[in-house]
């Protein structure tokens, strides 16, 4: 048989997983979160540059604000 696409199941799965990380870090109530979700692969590339881009971008406002730059 041939592939028929993601289970809805998986899909639904997926997506409230993402909204219970999204909620977390938006729960302080002060508009600020740095919560970039994203659903990969490790052999999609280009998608895993956009985690490492994101996750160098949390890190680096991180320092600017440790440092008040931002």
Same mark, same amino acid.
């Given at each position: 048989? @041939?592939?028929?696409? /993601? !289970?809805? +199941? $998986?899909?639904? &799965?997926? #997506?409230? *997983?993402?909204?219970? #990380?999204?909620? *977390?870090?938006? &729960?302080? @109530? !002060? @508009? +600020? ?5 994203? #659903?990969?692969?490790? $052999? !999609?590339? /280009? =998608? *895993?540059?956009? $985690? #490492? =881009?994101?996750?160098? !971008? ?9 440092? /008040?730059?931002?």
């Amino acid at each position: 048989p @041939g592939y028929a696409g /993601e !289970d809805p +199941k $998986v899909t639904r &799965a997926k #997506f409230f *997983i993402r909204d219970l #990380f999204l909620r *977390i870090s938006t &729960a302080t @109530g !002060d @508009g +600020k979160h740095y919560c970039y979700p994203h #659903f990969t692969c490790a $052999v !999609d590339t /280009e =998608n *895993i540059r956009r $985690v #490492f =881009n994101d996750c160098r !971008d949390i890190i680096q406002r991180m320092h600017l604000k440790q440092y /008040e730059l931002l």
